[in-house]
């Protein structure tokens, strides 16, 4: 069962490490790419601020975003801003996010989120955990897979194997980290492919932050796996 009220804890901290280390940045460091193409590590910060307030949005029976194309204009519009008026944005937008989620609400209520997709309520805050740990490694400050709390790790590759499963351009394929093994792609009765290899690398490769190269692959080669 999902804990949302133990998820927005997790969020809360995971927020607070990455203003930490992002408070250590200078003007002209905000302004240098991020590991994300084409975006800054500014954009990262414009987008963990808007982000938050969208799953407020969310939570509340508003639509996400007004528009796909709004959301990367504000995006665009933020992402120049000093280091100051970023943290204070991400922060401010995150207890307003955490506030939200601190009121009176029904969490197995099903909400909309970007293009269609629903889910219930008590998994936002989970969500909102995973953008905070990816982007918080987009920034390129010294955060990486490896650092991410291990309960995040295992829940963000099953939720990711699930997402893939079923995916027609994707081979029926069991993951491992030598532990702990997930079934993702179409459905067979067995897997053609297993990916082996560590959590933090498995991930990485899921959620399109390495190319799999920390990996091993057998029964074919590895999967190409759609985007996001």
Known sequence: MIDHARDLVSVREATDRLLTAAAKLDNAAVAEPSRLPGWSRGHVLAHLA???DALVNVLEGRPMYVSGTARNADIEADAPRPLDVQLTDVRESAARFQDTGAAPADWSRTVELRNGVTDAAARVPFRRWVEVELHHVDLGIGYELEDLPAEFVEREIDFLAQRFTGH????????????RAWSTGREAGAAEVTVRGSAPDLLGWLA???????????GGSLPSLPPL
Request: charged letters at 30%; aromatic letters at 0%; zero cysteines.
């Open 50 to 52: 808007r982000n938050a």
């Open 168 to 179: 027609p351009e994707v081979p029926p394929t069991r993951l491992t980290d030598g532990t």
């Open 208 to 218: 399109g932050r390495r190319d799999g190269a920390g990996l091993t692959v057998e």
